[in-house]
C-alpha cells in the first residue's frame, strides 16, 4: 500500500503552499435570516363567540400575507394560529427546526403569558423577540360590541408580556399600529435588516494590509473592539502577500482590463501604461481577497503600496466595489469599511468613502472630497465619469489613475463610527446629493444639502466629534443604522 499523502498545514503568514489552518478554506454561507410568526388567540373565547376564531384566524393570515410581501426575500414560518398550549408546543418546535432567529409576536385576542412564552421557550433565548401591538382599524368604533373589543384586544395581552419580560430581563423590540398599516411591515422590515446586518458582520473577515495613516488618531482601533462591539474579525496581511499576486498577475489579464477602462471612460492627463499599472494592482487586489475568502479590504496606500507597485490602489478599490460588490476602504479606517458594509447592506447601492470638505452656504450643502474610492455608478452615467490622473503623489510611477466625478442628485445617508472609551459611536446624517458642475479637481466629490443651516449642522458634528472619514450612498436608511447601533449595543447620534 503506498503512504496516504497529508496536506502541509501551515499559517497564513508563512505563506507555504499548502492548507492554512487559520483561513476559512472557503467563503462562509451567506444564509438568509428565519423569521417566525407568532400568531395568538385565546381559546376560551372560541366558546363564547363561536364567529370570532374564524374572524382572528383570517386576520393572522392576512398579517403572514403582509409580512412575507414585505420581507422579500426573508424566509417566514407560520405554523398557523396558536391559541392552546399542545398548538404552542408544535410551533416552537417548528421555529426550532427552522432555525428562526426572529420571532414576531402578533395577538389576535388577549392571551395569557404561559401559552406565548412557552413557544417562545422552545425557541431558546438568543431569539430576537419583536412584540407588534395591533387593532383591526386606526379608530375606536362607537358600535363595537364585546365580541369586537376582544377581537381587538392585543394591547391587554402585549401589555401584560412587556411586564413580565421586564421582570424576566427578556430583551424585546416593540411595533404598533394598526393591522394593515404598511408603515408597521416597514419598520418590521427595518428591524429585520438591521439583525441581518449585524448577524453578518459578526462572521466578516476584514484584511488590513499596512495600518492607520500615521497620526489619524480618530482612526485608530483595537481589534478585540472592533470584534466585540462592530463584529468583524480584522486579519493583518503582510505586504508581500500583495506584493507576490501582483508579480503573478498575467500581462494579458492587465491589457484587457485596462483597455477596456480606458474605452469605457473620456479620459485626461493619464496614458495607456498608467491604467495598466493600477489595473495590474487591481487584479492583484482581487486574488488578494479569494486567497484569504476576505469580505472586505482596508489598505494603507501612500508611501506604502504605492512605493511598492508604483502605481496608487484606488482604482483597485474601486474595481473591488463595482465588480465584486466587496467593501475597500484605505488609510487603515476598518471602521469606515463596517459603515461601507451596512449602507451597502441596506441600500443596495455602493458606497463613497468621503472626507469632511467645506460648507456651501447658497445651497445649503456640505462638500464632500473624496479618496478616490467610490463605483461609477454613483455619478448616474459612465459619461459623467473621468479617467483621470491621481491629484496626490505618495510615491507611484507615471501619473497615478483616479476617476473624477461628482455624486448625481438624490437622497443620501452618511455615517460613521467614532472609538470612545469602552465602545463605539455612530455616526448617522441624511441629506441629498445636489445637481452641481463636476469640479475639474481630478477626485471623486459630491454637494450634500442638508436640513439645517449648513453651518450650524457642522457646530453639531464637531462638537459631537466625529472621524475625518464619511461614508456616503445613496438611500435613506436612518432608521435601519439607529437600530443597528442598538443591537451592536453602541451610541448613536443622529444630525439632520
Given amino acids: 500500500m503506498g503512504k496516504i499523502k497529508k496536506t502541509k498545514i501551515t499559517s497564513f503568514d508563512a505563506a507555504e503552499c499548502g492548507a492554512f489552518g487559520d483561513v476559512l478554506s472557503k467563503a462562509a454561507d451567506s444564509q438568509r435570516v428565519t423569521v417566525g410568526l407568532l400568531g395568538l388567540g385565546y381559546f376560551e373565547y372560541w366558546r363564547m363567540y363561536p364567529r370570532l376564531q374564524e ?28 391559541d392552546t398550549l399542545d398548538r404552542a408546543e408544535a410551533a416552537g418546535a417548528e421555529f426550532a427546526a427552522a432555525s428562526v432567529e426572529i420571532v414576531l409576536v402578533f395577538e389576535g385576542t388577549y392571551i395569557p403569558d404561559f401559552i406565548t412564552l412557552h413557544a417562545l421557550n422552545r425557541v431558546g433565548p438568543h431569539a430576537k423577540v419583536i412584540l407588534v401591538n395591533t387593532q383591526t382599524g386606526p379608530d375606536l368604533c362607537p358600535t363595537d360590541n364585546y365580541m369586537a373589543t376582544m377581537r381587538n384586544s392585543a394591547l391587554i395581552g402585549i401589555s401584560q408580556l412587556t411586564g413580565s419580560f421586564r421582570k424576566m430581563k427578556r430583551d424585546y423590540d416593540v411595533v404598533s399600529g394598526e393591522i394593515g398599516d404598511p408603515a408597521v411591515y416597514r419598520e418590521i422590515r427595518t428591524l429585520v435588516q438591521a439583525h441581518a446586518a449585524v448577524r453578518q458582520l459578526r462572521t466578516c473577515t476584514y484584511g488590513l494590509i499596512g495600518h492607520v495613516f500615521r497620526g489619524m488618531y480618530d482612526l485608530e482601533f483595537d481589534a478585540a473592539k472592533v470584534k466585540g462591539f462592530l463584529g468583524p474579525e480584522v486579519m493583518t496581511i503582510q505586504a508581500e502577500h500583495l506584493i507576490e499576486l501582483w508579480q503573478a498577475v498575467e500581462d494579458r489579464d492587465v491589457d484587457r482590463a485596462a483597455k477596456a477602462l480606458f474605452a469605457r471612460f473620456r479620459h485626461k492627463k493619464i496614458t495607456l501604461d498608467d491604467v495598466k499599472r493600477s489595473c495590474r494592482l487591481g487584479l492583484a487586489m482581487k486574488k488578494l481577497k479569494h486567497k484569504f475568502n476576505l469580505d472586505g479590504l482596508c489598505f494603507l496606500g501612500q508611501h506604502y503600496i504605492e512605493k511598492m507597485t508604483g502605481a496608487p490602489a484606488r482604482m483597485g478599490a474601486s474595481m473591488m466595489l463595482e465588480d465584486d460588490h466587496t467593501m475597500v476602504a484605505c488609510e487603515g479606517d476598518i471602521a469606515g469599511l463596517v459603515m461601507m458594509q451596512l449602507l451597502h447592506a441596506f441600500t443596495g447601492n455602493r458606497p463613497f468613502q468621503a472626507e469632511w470638505g467645506q460648507f456651501d452656504r447658497q445651497h445649503n450643502a456640505l462638500f464632500l472630497l473624496g479618496h478616490g474610492i467610490g463605483s461609477p455608478e454613483m455619478a448616474g452615467d459612465d459619461r459623467q465619469v473621468t479617467l483621470t490622473c491621481s491629484p496626490e503623489e505618495w510615491g507611484f510611477k507615471g501619473n497615478g489613475l483616479n476617476y473624477e466625478m461628482i455624486m ?45 443651516p449648513v453651518e450650524d449642522y457642522l457646530r453639531q458634528v464637531l462638537k459631537q466629534g466625529v472621524a475625518h472619514h464619511l461614508i456616503v450612498a445613496h438611500g435613506q436608511v436612518a432608521g435601519e443604522l439607529e437600530k443597528t447601533a442598538d443591537l451592536m449595543k453602541v451610541e448613536n447620534f443622529i444630525i439632520k
Fill in 55 to 82: 374572524i382572528v384566524r383570517q386576520d393572522l393570515d392576512g398579517v403572514f400575507k403582509r409580512l412575507t410581501a414585505s420581507l422579500g426575500s426573508v424566509k417566514v414560518i407560520y405554523p398557523g394560529m396558536v
Fill in 408 to 452: 448625481k442628485p438624490g437622497l443620501v445617508t452618511m455615517g460613521h463610527f467614532l472609538n470612545v472609551g469602552d465602545s463605539w459611536r455612530m455616526l448617522i446624517s441624511e441629506g441629498e446629493a445636489i445637481e452641481f458642475p463636476c469640479l475639474p479637481c481630478d477626485e471623486i466629490h459630491a454637494m450634500i444639502k442638508v436640513a439645517s
